[in-house]
């Protein structure tokens, strides 16, 4: 029998060192970040684009207290550690860390990479780190969102189901 990798998830004095090895070894790295509080097909989608644009991608998940902040006291509705491993656990993923911060700001400073990804749905003005990421020569890259396709909207479907 053999052992199965579900993924890497980075502890915060882990991203640094994890980002200096890829780039060491020549990788680039791209970046995105969210909630994840509900793993759909919208999310697989996302992360197959943002890995597209470099050779490691690292997501950055809001911690529980962060998510309740943004969605209200119902959320998240999966602990940030069961989000993490299942995040890790895609193939297009090569790192997950968990931020507790109401931005990932810092994480992007401690990772430096090289393109920062995030939905069509963001202003580029209103991306946080962009100016940072392009301040050291990397990109700033909005992918398309799937139409239909959100946790709040598949929440909602179901209370509706049991209303």
């Not at 990109?139 to 239909?148: L, Q, T």
Request: aromatic share 4%.
């Amino acid at each position: 029998m053999h052992e199965v990798d579900l993924g890497r998830v980075l502890a915060v004095d882990e991203r640094a060192d994890w980002a200096a090895a890829e780039h060491d070894a020549g990788r680039t790295i791209a970046f995105t970040n969210g909630c994840f509080d509900l793993l759909h097909s919208g999310h697989l989608w996302s992360l197959a684009e943002a890995a597209r644009h470099a050779d490691s991608l690292l997501v950055a998940i809001n911690s529980d207290a962060s998510v309740r902040d943004l969605k209200g006291p119902s959320r998240p509705l999966i602990p940030e550690d069961h989000r993490a491993a299942l995040i890790a656990a895609l193939r297009p993923v090569a790192a997950v860390t968990i931020f507790a911060a109401p931005t990932p700001l810092e994480v992007i400073l401690q990772v430096r990479p090289d393109v920062l990804v995030k939905g069509s749905e963001y202003a580029e003005a209103d991306i946080v780190g962009a100016e940072e990421v392009r301040s050291w020569g990397g990109e700033v890259i909005r992918v398309p969102m799937r139409a239909g396709w959100s946790t709040s909207s598949i929440i909602a479907a179901i209370r509706d189901e049991q209303g």
